[in-house]
């Protein structure tokens, strides 16, 4: 890239969002150029082999509302197939739970959502804690089912979020990861720049200009995916500098903390099972584990919320040792042994996320229309965080690549009129 690059579009990150903006532009008859920092497309979706050996989605790695789903369409056309739902088991005062009791769980859980989201939606947005019950063994379930799904403590988590979350619903996983769907599959053949900071946007003139640690590039419009805890700390820059409403909302829908610790064990500890959530109370609180018994067998805990922050600041070691203390706790002391590999993540601390997905603060959920709106016609807002439905989700980014991509084909004047949101 240098002084006479020329684009359409400039789409700044190859996240979920600027890889289905890109798609978009493309079928829209658009050019565009994605710009990417990090040495590789997929942003927090992201399947990795090299840690466990066995494919491991380090962030997005459910298909939420899996039914409607536009990402299952998509699944479906690269050929890949995903089992059904994962059914929720419970490990409570030192047992596992019956099957009775465990589908008791499971529908316990199931009707402590659907309350949550019918009272969320027809009250004021409020902290969301104070709409959950306070019956205390389904009430600590529901905390860490709604904590870990929002990367929020309820107590400052807006409840206007909570009345339109998607991962309530049903769950499913994609074969060989969601993560490599997106950045693999979707990605391919793409125009991605990968290893490109975009470090300012100037938007002063007709042309916009693109300051990047390659270069610069002109561009007609630009479309900027990055997640909001990188919008809030300042990067890009833009000239002029963003209004007040726009810096405000990155604010307001702050990110939320969620991570993964990843273990992955010799022989059958888990026995002959199917793969299972199974959720582990100890004193020190509840962790939840999704359980491929395999082989290869792998236990993938999932925490939200202060854990998740205290996951990201521990380091890896410690946190592999927490989760452990969870599974032996369950299992006994003798799996231990088996541990054959084990990761743990930290997107809190990773510089192009700074946190999981978006959770908007208790009466901010009105601010992601704010996150979503454009400046100034050609310089326009994607990603998972600006949509008022179906937010911080892969698939929720994936629809506001193609919103925008629509919307700047429109300013532009594109031949080529948008069809509604639909699969692919
Ligand atoms: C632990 C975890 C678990 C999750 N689980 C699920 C799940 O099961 N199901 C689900 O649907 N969703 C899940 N999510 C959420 C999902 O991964 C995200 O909502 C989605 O991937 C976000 O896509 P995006 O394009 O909006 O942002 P990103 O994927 O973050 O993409 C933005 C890109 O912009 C780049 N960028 C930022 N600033 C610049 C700059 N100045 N110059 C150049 N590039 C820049 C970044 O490097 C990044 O690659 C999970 C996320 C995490 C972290």
């Known amino acids: 890239m240098g002084t006479s690059t020329t684009t359409d579009v400039a789409v700044i990150g190859a996240g979920a969002a600027g890889i289905a903006a890109a798609r978009r532009l493309q079928e829209l008859g658009l050019s565009c150029q994605v710009l990417e920092a990090r040495n590789r497309p997929g942003g927090r979706a992201w399947t990795e082999t090299a840690t466990l050996g066995v494919a491991l989605d380090r962030g997005c790695a459910w298909l939420h509302d899996a039914e409607r789903n536009p990402l299952r369409a998509c699944a479906e056309a690269a050929?890949?197939?995903?089992?059904?739902?994962?059914?929720i088991r419970g490990h409570r005062q030192g047992a596992f739970g019956s099957a009775a009791a465990n589908a008791a769980l499971e529908a316990r859980v199931d009707e402590g959502l659907r309350a949550l989201v019918e009272r969320a939606g027809a009250e004021p947005d409020q902290p969301t804690a104070s709409l959950l019950a306070g019956d205390p063994v389904h009430g600590a379930f529901l905390r860490y089912v709604v904590t870990a799904i929002s990367g929020a403590e309820p107590e400052t988590y807006s409840s206007g979020d909570a009345a339109e979350e998607d991962a309530f619903e049903s769950n499913w996983l994609v074969t060989g990861g969601l993560g490599r769907l997106i950045s693999e599959d979707l990605a391919a053949d793409l125009p991605i720049q990968l290893g490109t900071t975009v470090q300012t946007v100037d938007f002063r003139r007709r042309a916009i200009r693109l300051d990047t640690s390659a270069g610069w590039m002109r561009t007609d419009a630009v479309i900027v995916t990055a997640p909001v805890g990188v919008l809030a700390d300042g990067r890009p820059g833009f000239r002029p500098a963003l209004p007040s409403w726009k810096t405000d909302a990155f604010e307001a829908v702050a990110m939320g903390r969620a991570e993964k610790v990843a273990l992955r064990f010799r022989g059958r500890p888990f026995g002959d099972d199917l793969p299972h959530f199974l959720t582990i109370e100890r004193p020190t609180g509840l962790l939840g584990f999704h359980i491929e018994p395999g082989p290869p067998a792998v236990a993938i805990a999932y925490a939200g919320g202060e854990l998740a922050a205290a996951i990201a600041d521990m380091g890896e070691d410690e946190a592999v040792a927490m989760a452990m203390d969870y599974l032996a706790h369950a299992y006994g002391d003798a799996l231990r042994d088996q541990l054959a590999a084990s990761t743990a993540t930290a997107w809190a601390r990773d510089a192009w996320a700074l946190g999981s997905y978006s959770a908007a603060h208790p009466g901010a959920h009105g601010r992601r229309r704010a996150?979503?709106?454009?400046?100034?016609?050609?310089?326009?807002?994607?990603?998972?965080?600006?949509?008022?439905?179906?937010?911080?989700?892969?698939?929720?980014?994936?629809?506001?690549?193609?919103?925008?991509?629509e919307a700047v084909a429109a300013v532009l004047g594109a031949a080529t009129l948008p069809t509604p949101f639909a699969s692919g």
């Open 79 to 87: 050929g890949l197939g995903w089992p059904t739902a994962v059914p």
């Open 371 to 405: 996150l979503a709106a454009p400046v100034a016609d050609r310089v326009r807002f994607a990603g998972e965080a600006t949509l008022p439905d179906a937010f911080a989700t892969a698939h929720g980014a994936w629809l506001s690549g193609r919103r925008e991509a």
